[in-house]
């Protein structure tokens, strides 16, 4: 059936006169600017969303007028820290017991008066229409729940990377999260309510309701309510998790003593669901009915999923209501089910934000003049829950299910992101290397090491806004948040789709900017730029001195070594704290001597003495010695050999990697002093674009739509990445359609360990697309 | 989703077998599924599947057909020398299901004076216990509105009796066997269902007794396709409903599968089967169900307190399953037009026992109807689904 959540009226009811207490400014934040409200009400759950925006701090660069006497001649650039607006989403999600208390502190919040109709969806938004016209005074506008379920998944699919997920209750990890796919359609969204409805969804616009059966979890809660005298959904599904349903089920082998081998059904198949309890001297036990009940429903509705599945030609089949919501063991028979009736050609998916969908929905009905298609969303960490498990004492972190806000918010990006054209198969491209969901040993060391380097942040944090007297208590609340962060990624390493370096270090980013530190390393990186620009001239000088078979090794070494200096990694920033003078020679001399770790440097050599690239593409990293004492120079030969070249440097700050903000003043400074820089900017050879992403990693499947339409025109034939972040944490593995080069100090002992060098081992990994490689190989060893 | 109103009142109508109405006889989508009573659910069944075993061993008897002088000549030589290749009597088909016996016995009526007197005292007692008695000890049934009369078999006229017991009360049976010394009378006792495999050994130490066991799919199709051929009594085996969801002016008609390749046959036992039939011996099975029969009997046992088929289906047939399940209407207040479901449909079976109120104040009746309903519908759907995909080129699901 259509209706999600849709359940027993009348566990809401006797909650409601309960006196609730609750911390709602934690939970209904930025109501100031809120409008746009949608509303989805469950049979046990609510769902509110609303649009707001955000005022946060961003720092900004400003380039000093060199022409005028009052620029303080020491300093390239200024910086300012200026208030700037943002689009969020926010999601909430609370028991129905809790709707009035929450209506109350909405209205009491409520300052935009813009606002006239809220949308309402779910089956309960009738029962509650009364309720919040009064409070609120908006006009509830009913949407169709199936239209709000769809475009809720299709947004979330499309939005939120690690949305879906396969559950193998006896893997190693539990989840294992989906890429997505960059066409989402079509795929076959199975909503199992009270009742199932199985819809095909083809496009945005465009869904069927193919079928359905009354088979579900209303049958499960009102069947099970009946035969065990349990009232809770809950309470049935922990029942059934304790059950043995062969003492209440017929099985194959109880008919033939053993399998029905000619058929290929084994012994333990189930014959016939209840089939022993068809007599009236034995007595069954309540969790024996309830298991037997669970696995009739699911195989039930596994079998109809996969009859729809094939004879629509569906591989892609999303489960969710409240029969799945988050509850391992539904989730565990649904796949087991699938999995036996598709022989695995066909796999069960879940979603993370399931419960979301109707309210997700819902809200875009209502803000479809704004269009929010039409921009890309983030999903803010700092502000969402992420993925609770809900079985309990599994966790000690784990909140008790009742009484709970989750919430969910999504920035909305500067820029819509899409695919590097040039990724060879976007669809089964993974940004990370490793996924620390499921290598534990691994996940046990990145989480400690976070934490450990959790006590610098706070520092550099504080000392970023010496002016603002209050800055070491938002420091302390930073603190505070992502250490909670880590902690629930310990127990649920799963909570925002697959635990990865990139989402530990994604996570810091969102905790800093919510608590208005936007850029704690901007008078390093400030500080850097100013030393690093000096040494440029001398630096190109004595490049330019050597032979062009010496230039091209000496390139390289430079941009190694300025990969060195990197504040994200402990081992450098406690070199960097404590020795001031620690400089560009000093770096080269850490430097592994070749044959480095990963080493095809000899294949790049000979391919520079080949034809020229016509256009690379440069994905740069660190500000400081890093741009501009290994990398400029290095951009420069390529520019000289006529090679044309496009630096992506991130939109927004993250540690102390260059910002295309700050790149642009740099290389403005830079073309001052050097005529090659100058003439490739003239003449548009040099071209400075920005990824789309705030991130110290790189995630190929999610870059600026600008920059992705200057790959394609310039007709890029290289890529080069550069540094830990970008080239070792993601996109180790990554293939690409053209030549590619990735370069990266490995400046972490574990890492190196892993990778079987030693600190600073060098990455030095040169590659041509797959069809090339077989006549002209470069072949690397496998890390 | 399937229609709240349901064949119910149609369930307890006998007879072996359900053709539905479809129109054209080509092709699984539309034409014909044919649903039989695997026999669990205990009521009226066809199987004469076993049975027919000893009819396949000893081919070429069409006793029954007519023609000139001459041919009747052929066919009583042709006859002579089936008589000497015959089995002895009794003949006997039994079908072992989950959780029925079911047994076909042949009472000849066509015994000479000649064979009276050779046939042994155990023989005789055998068909007198068994033709005289239509109930044998607690449990076991003799279905007598379904006896085949005056049939030809193997060259012999008879009476084809249709007996049943539940499987608890197989040891029993074999137990009964021992002491009638069954043994002694060099029968073939062929068996089928899975029990002809669990009680194989039971059967040859306990009675000594050897038994021809044989797959029940292949016999399930041999059955049908003979019954249908002998017809019942000189009406049509099989039969449908025509216009089904509508209370006022459904009728059951008969039909005969004259032409019934490739069938879609939906077996409904304690689980379900259901074979894609292509020829008399080519056939697979697509998929099945654990929400049989069994399914139904044992959820109303456990709901009702009741204790047998019959008891079940005769408080389903008072029930109304409304009140029990949640429908359409009593969500959307009507029709949800958006996807074209009727307000009457079913939208989640039990779904009204959500509510404790509800739970509180619920008869047996309606639930064992709401049973019956949430199983028949189950069975429909995905039946109906098996005869679409079967109609698509590719595989499909058959675990």
């Known amino acids: 059936m259509a209706e999600c959540g849709r359940v027993d009226s009348s566990t809401s009811s006797h909650t409601m006169d309960k006196s609730i207490t609750l911390p709602p400014d934690e939970i209904f934040r930025n109501l100031e600017n809120a409008k746009r409200f949608a509303i989805d009400i469950g049979g046990s759950l609510t769902k509110l969303a609303y649009y707001s925006t955000v005022q946060h701090k961003v720092a900004k660069v400003r380039s000093f007028d060199h022409s005028t006497k009052e620029a303080p001649s020491d300093k390239l650039y200024e910086i300012s820290v200026q208030e700037e607006v943002t689009a969020r989403l926010h999601f909430i999600k609370f028991e129905n017991a809790y709707i009035e208390t929450c209506l109350d502190f909405i209205k009491d919040h409520l300052v935009n008066t813009e606002t006239k109709v809220i949308k309402a969806t779910g089956g309960g938004a009738h029962k509650f229409k009364e309720l919040i016209e009064r409070k609120l005074g908006l006009k509830v506008d009913k949407e169709d729940e199936m239209t709000c379920l769809i475009k809720g998944c299709n947004f979330v699919l499309r939005n939120i990377p690690h949305e879906a997920f396969v559950y193998a209750k006896h893997a190693d990890s539990e989840f294992r999260f989906q890429t997505t796919h960059p066409d989402i359609f079509p795929y076959l969204l199975v909503n199992i309510g009270s009742g199932v409805s199985i819809v095909k969804v083809e496009s945005e616009d465009k869904f069927e309701r193919i079928g359905g059966s009354s088979i579900g979890g209303g049958t499960f809660w ?74 009739m429903i699911s195989n039930d509705i596994g079998q109809l999923a996969c009859l729809y599945a094939k004879l629509h030609n569906l591989s892609r089949v999303y489960f969710g209501g409240f029969f799945i919501r988050g509850h391992p063991v539904t989730m565990h028979t649904i796949t087991y089910s699938i999995n036996f009736f598709t022989k695995g050609e066909v796999q069960a998916l879940f979603l993370r934000h399931e419960g979301y969908l109707g309210a997700i929905g819902a809200f875009l009905k209502g803000a479809e003049e704004d269009n929010p298609n039409q921009y890309s969303w983030g999903e803010n960490y700092a502000g969402s829950s992420g993925l609770m498990s809900v079985s309990p004492d599994m966790y000690p972190m784990q909140r008790a299910r009742s009484g709970t806000f989750d919430m969910l918010e999504m920035d ?82 799963f909570a925002y789709g697959s635990l990865t370096v990139r989402s530990l270090l994604d996570t810091r980013e969102h905790c800093l900017n919510e608590f208005n530190f936007p850029d704690p390393y901007s008078k390093v990186k400030q500080r850097e730029n100013d030393m690093a620009l000096k040494y440029y001239q001398k630096a190109v000088n004595s490049l330019e001195k050597l032979s062009w078979e010496e230039r091209q090794f000496a390139l390289v070494r430079g941009v190694l070594a300025g990969n060195v200096f990197d504040w994200g990694a402990k081992a450098v ?86 910002t295309n903000g700050e790149l642009q003043i740099l290389t403005e400074r830079i073309a001052a002093m050097d005529p090659v820089i100058q003439a490739g900017l003239k003449e548009d050879r040099l071209t400075l674009v920005q990824s789309g992403s705030s991130s110290p990693c790189l995630d190929l499947s999610r870059l600026d739509k600008v920059l992705a339409m200057v790959v394609r025109e310039r007709k890029t034939d290289l890529v080069i990445i550069e540094g830990m972040g970008r080239a070792i944490h993601t996109n180790y593995y990554a293939m690409l359609r053209c030549e590619s080069l990735k370069m990266a100090v490995i400046k972490n002992s574990w890492l190196a360990d892993r990778l079987g060098g030693k600190l600073f081992s060098v990455v030095f990994k040169y590659e041509l697309p797959a069809a090339k490689a077989d006549q002209d190989s470069a072949v690397l060893p496998p890390v | 989703m399937d229609k709240a109103k349901s064949m119910v009142d149609k369930t307890g109508a006998s007879g072996p077998f359900h053709v539905s109405n479809g129109q054209s006889q080509r092709g699984f989508h539309g034409p014909v599924v044919v ?57 006997f088909g039994m079908d072992i299901g989950g959780t029925l016996v079911k047994l076909v016995y042949f009472e000849p009526v066509d015994i000479t004076a000649e064979e009276e007197q050779e046939e042994v005292e155990n023989l005789k007692s055998i068909r007198r216990y068994l033709t005289s008695n239509v109930a044998y000890g607690k449990t076991g049934v003799r279905d007598v509105h379904l006896e085949l009369r005056n049939m030809t078999m193997c060259g012999r006229t008879g009476n084809l009796h249709f007996i049943r017991f539940p499987t608890q009360a197989m040891p029993r049976f074999i137990q009964m066997g021992r002491d009638k010394n069954f043994s002694s009378l060099h029968t073939t006792l062929c068996a089928t269902g899975g029990g002809a495999y669990k009680f ?187 005869a679409v995909n079967e109609d698509q080129p590719g595989p499909f699901c058959a675990p």
Request: net charge negative.
């Open chain 2, 35 to 91: 649903v039989t009573n695997g026999g669990s659910s205990g009521g009226p069944n066809s199987s004469g599947g076993a049975f027919d075993g000893v009819h396949h061993l000893h081919r070429g008897d069409d006793a029954e057909c007519n023609g000139s002088p001459a041919k009747r000549c052929r066919i009583r030589r042709r006859t002579e020398s089936v008589r000497r290749n015959r089995p002895p009597f009794p003949w």
């Open chain 2, 200 to 386: 194989e050994n039971d059967f040859r130490t306990m009675a000594d007794l050897e038994l021809l066991k044989l797959d029940e799919l292949d016999c399930l199709i041999r059955g049908l396709l003979f019954v249908d051929r002998m017809g019942f009594n000189g009406l049509p085996e099989g039969y449908y409903f025509q216009n089904p969801s509508d209370t006022q002016s459904c009728v059951k008609k008969p039909c005969s599968l004259d032409n019934p390749f490739p069938m879609l046959l939906v077996n409904i036992g304690s689980g379900v089967s259901i074979l894609a039939v292509y020829s008399e011996d080519n056939y697979k099975r697509v998929t099945g169900t654990s929400l049989g029969g069994g399914t139904f009997l044992g959820l109303c046992c456990l709901l009702t307190g009741c204790e047998t088929f019959e008891e079940a289906l005769e408080m389903a047939s008072k029930g109304d399953s409304t009140n029990v399940d949640k429908l359409v209407k009593d969500i959307y207040g009507g029709d949800y037009e958006r996807f074209g479901l009727q307000g009457s449909a079913v939208a989640s079976s039990f779904g009204h026992m959500m509510s404790k109120d509800k739970r509180d104040s619920i008869s047996k009746e309606d639930l064992a109807r709401a049973t019956l309903v949430t199983i028949t519908n189950n069975i429909g759907s995905i039946a109906r689904m098996c």
């Open chain 1, 222 to 295: 009102g069947l099970g309510a009946l035969l065990t005298k349990t009232k809770r959904f809950d309470e049935l599904l922990q029942l059934a998790s304790k059950g043995q349903h062969t003492s209440v089920d017929m099985l194959v082998k109880d008919i033939y003593g053993g399998s029905y081998g000619s058929l290929g059904l084994t012994g333990d198949l189930i014959a016939s669901s209840f089939g022993k309890s068809a007599t009236a001297d034995k007595e069954f036990s309540k969790e024996d009915m309830a298991k037997s009940l669970l696995h």
């Open chain 1, 573 to 658: 920033s406690d070199v960097l704290e404590s020795d001031p003078e620690f400089g560009f020679e000093e770096a080269k001399k850490q430097l592994e001597e070749r044959p480095w770790l990963i080493d095809s440097y000899d294949q790049w050599l000979e391919r520079l003495k080949g034809p020229p690239h016509r256009c690379a593409l440069f994905f740069v990293d660190n500000s400081g010695m890093d741009i501009i004492l290994g990398v400029m120079p290095f951009v420069r030969e390529l520019l000289s050999r006529g090679t044309e070249v496009v630096l992506a440097s991130n939109s927004g700050p993250a540690l102390n990697d260059v």
């Open chain 1, 412 to 493: 909305r990006l500067e820029r819509q992101l899409v695919n590097l054209p040039l990724l060879q198969d976007p669809s089964s491209y993974i940004p990370d290397t490793v996924d620390l969901t499921e290598d534990a040993q691994a996940r046990e060391y990145w989480l400690y090491c976070f934490e450990e380097a959790l006590d610098g942040v706070v520092k550099r944090a504080v000392a970023s806004q010496p002016d603002l007297p209050e800055a070491a208590e938002r420091a302390e609340k930073f603190r505070q948040k992502y250490r909670h962060k880590l902690q629930t990624l310990r127990y649920q390493p």
